[in-house]
């Protein structure tokens, strides 16, 4: 597991020195995560070393709806026409710390909050919108499964159970 300590945004953490390399997501933690994490709009989750409040990583989680017709199969949707789960709506790590293997275990710490929500208020899916082709290549490496004709990609809340042990 990581050195770094995971908790949920606050007022305390220093957003503006925080680069991954994508100008969306770092603008979106800057000027974004606080007014959607005050709002209830997402829970942003960030990563900061001990006794530092410099943010290195971050995702964002929001509860969503997926209808069964923009699912990839039908065993994906359990029958049902509409699917709640959870949308991991950003995830992003420093560039700093790319090619340590941090990406995966950020992805598992989402996950894990994610289904931690599930246990006490349900859900079935897990979906991503991934903001290039590199984003793609690494939820598709973790297990999710690519919606035709979007750059969506959903997991079942029961194989995010199973990745984390």
Known sequence: MTDWISQPLGER???DRFACGN????RWL?????RSHRAGAARTTVWVAPDSPIVVAYHAIAPTQLARVDL??????G???QVPGYLIGRL??????????LGTELLLDALERIVEAADRAGGRLVAVDAIDDEAHRFYRHHGFVRVEGSNR????????RRALG
Do not use: I, N
């Open 72 to 77: 990839p199969s039908r065993a994906l949707s």
């Open 92 to 101: 992003a790590l420093d560039l700093r710390l790319r090619g340590q293997g």
């Open 13 to 15: 953490h220093d957003l």
């Open 30 to 34: 800057r000027d974004q995560a606080r």
């Open 153 to 160: 990609l959903v997991m079942k809340l029961a194989t995010a």
């Open 79 to 81: 029958g049902y026409s």
């Open 23 to 26: 100008e969306a997501l770092d």
